[in-house]
C-alpha cells in the first residue's frame, strides 16, 4: 500500500485540485496592495454566480461554524425569538450558537433521515407570530438529507416576516442554489466541502431585507460585523487580515467552476449521488435517506447485518478508503460517503469497487461487483459528463 496515497470520501474536508495546491503555494503579496483588491474584484462575480445571488457575498477568515455564528449575532439580538429547524447535528448547531447569545430558541424537531415539512413549519409559524427569524440547513450533513430550501421560504414568506437563514455549509457549490429567486435571506457556506479549498474562510450573503435589520441590530460584535465586511468589499479589501493563500485557490476554484459551468457541476453531484444510491440498492444495504430526500453531495448508510465502524476500519486499512461515520445517536450505526467538489463519477466507481471488497472482508454476503456494475448502468444511464 502507498503510505502517502489516501481516498478521502467524507462530507469535508473534500481533495483539493491539483491546480488549487498549486495556487495556494503562490508567494505571499501584502494583503492591502493592488493586487489583493484585484483578487477580490475577480472573486466576487465567481461567488455571487454560486449562490445565486445579485448580493455582495462577504468572505470571513474563519470556519463554516464562524459563518453560522456570524449569522446569528448581525440578525438577532438577546430576547428575540426564533425557530430552528432541527434535522440532525448541524441544526442542533444553530441552536446552540443562538443559545450562547441569548436568543430564545423554539424548536422544530426532525427525525433524523426525513427533510423538513414547509408545510408543518408553516403550520409553526402561524402559531407563533413573534418568531423573528428561521434556521434551517440546507443539506444536513449528519444524515444527507437535502432540505427542500425553496419551498421552506415560499412557506415562511406566506405567513410571516421572520428571516429565512441557512446553512448551505455542506452542499452549496455542488447542488443548485438560487438565493434570490428562492427568497432567501442569509445564506451561509464554507471552503472546505463543495469549494474543494482548505477549511478556513466562510461565505456569506444577505438579502436587502437582512441588510436593513442587520444595520439597526444593536447586538454588540466586533470581527464578525457584516457590515464592516460588505463596505470594505465595496472598496475591493477586507476589514481585517484575510486568509490570502485561500484566497488564491479560491479564484483558482472559480475558475474551474467557471469552465465546467454552474449547473454541469450540479448535474455531475446529482449523478455520483445516483450511483452510489443505486450501488448500495443493489448491494441490498439500506440507505438511510429516501431518494426524494436525498442529497448530492453525502450519502448516509444504514447496514443491518454487518458492523460500521468495523467496515471503516477495514477499507481504510485494505485501500488507504476514508469515509465518514455517524454522529450522536448515529454513532456506530452509520457510515457516510462524501462526494463533493473534486470528486468525479471514475471516483465514485473506485469507491465502490474498493467497498464491495471490504464488505466481503467484514462478513457481507454479496455478489462481487454488482454494485459497482449499477453504478456503471447509471453513469450510461444518465450521459456521459464532460
Known sequence: ????????????????????????????????????????????????????????????????????????????????????????????????????????????????????????????????????????????TSTGVLNPIKELAQAVREVSDALIVVDGVSCVGGVETRMDDWGIDVLVTGSQKAFMLPAGLAFIAASERAWTIIENNPQPRYYMDLVRYRDNLLKDTTPFTPALSLLFGLEQVLQLVDQEGVEQVNARHILMMNMTRAAFRALGIPLLTSDKDASPTVTAVKPEDFDAEAFRKVIKQEFSLIVAGGQQHLSGKIFRIGHMGYCSPADVLQTISAMEIGLLKVGKEIELGKGTAAAQQVYLNEGVLV
Not at 485540485?17 to 465567481?46: C, D
Not at 445571488?53 to 470571513?60: R, S
Not at 442542533?92 to 423538513?116: D, H
Request: net charge negative; charged share 20%; with cysteine.
Open 1 to 140: 500500500m502507498l503510505q502517502d496515497q489516501m481516498l478521502l470520501r467524507i462530507p469535508g474536508p473534500s481533495p483539493i485540485p491539483p491546480s488549487v495546491q498549486r495556487a495556494m503555494s503562490r508567494p505571499m503579496i501584502g494583503h492591502r496592495g493592488q493586487e489583493t483588491s484585484n483578487m477580490l474584484k475577480n472573486i466576487a462575480p465567481g461567488l455571487q454566480r454560486i449562490f445565486g445571488t445579485t448580493q455582495d457575498v462577504v468572505i470571513l477568515t474563519g470556519s463554516g461554524t464562524a459563518g453560522l455564528e456570524a449569522a446569528v449575532v448581525n440578525i438577532v439580538k438577546p430576547g428575540d425569538e426564533v425557530l430552528v429547524i432541527v434535522t440532525g447535528a448541524f441544526g442542533e448547531r444553530f441552536s446552540k450558537i443562538c443559545e450562547a447569545y441569548n436568543i430564545t430558541v423554539q424548536s422544530l424537531n426532525v427525525e433524523w433521515g426525513e427533510a423538513l415539512n414547509p408545510i408543518e413549519i408553516k403550520r409553526y409559524l402561524q402559531e407563533h407570530p413573534e418568531i423573528k427569524a428561521v434556521f434551517s440547513t440546507y443539506c444536513e
